[in-house]
């Protein structure tokens, strides 16, 4: 069973890496948090799905730092399905976990926004239906 470690360590690295060399763009803010997207490092479209990492910023949470995510995002189907996630803690400490997540997200909302940022320009916009 080594095949989850090394899926975990390889999307470790890939958040780390988007972390440095991020062009992180600002989406939205919504009450206490602040999403962006890493629209330096979009991988797609395939079948008309776009990889990118997304990043929220929690303001005022005493407890909950920021939160990146890798994020796939349909956009024919107007979805986004979330895989690797890394939560970074007030206190410093990093919680990493595998998720598979999937909302379709209503409009003038954050998640409606980061689709309409990722899709944009890249051939695979979809309907929105």
């Not at 990118?52 to 910023?57: E, G, H, L, P, Q």
């Not at 929690?58 to 796939?72: C, I, L, M, R």
């Not at 979805?79 to 909302?103: A, H, N, P, W, Y």
């Amino acid at each position: 069973m080594k095949y989850i470690p090394a899926v975990a360590a390889w999307a470790l690295l890939l958040l780390s890496s988007a972390h440095v060399r991020g062009e992180w763009v600002k989406i939205a803010e919504q009450g206490d948090k602040v999403y962006y997207i890493d629209a330096g490092n979009k991988v797609g479209p395939a079948g008309g799905k776009i990889k990118a990492m997304s990043r929220t910023v929690f303001t005022g949470n005493p407890k909950v730092k920021e939160k990146k995510a890798e994020e796939e995002y349909d956009c024919g189907a107007r979805s986004i399905r979330t895989g690797f996630v890394e939560v970074t803690l007030s206190t410093g400490k990093v919680v990493t976990q595998m998720l598979d997540e999937t909302e379709r997200p209503q409009p003038g909302t954050p998640g409606a926004m980061k689709l309409d940022v990722v899709c944009e320009g890249s051939g695979a916009k979809g309907n929105g239906k």
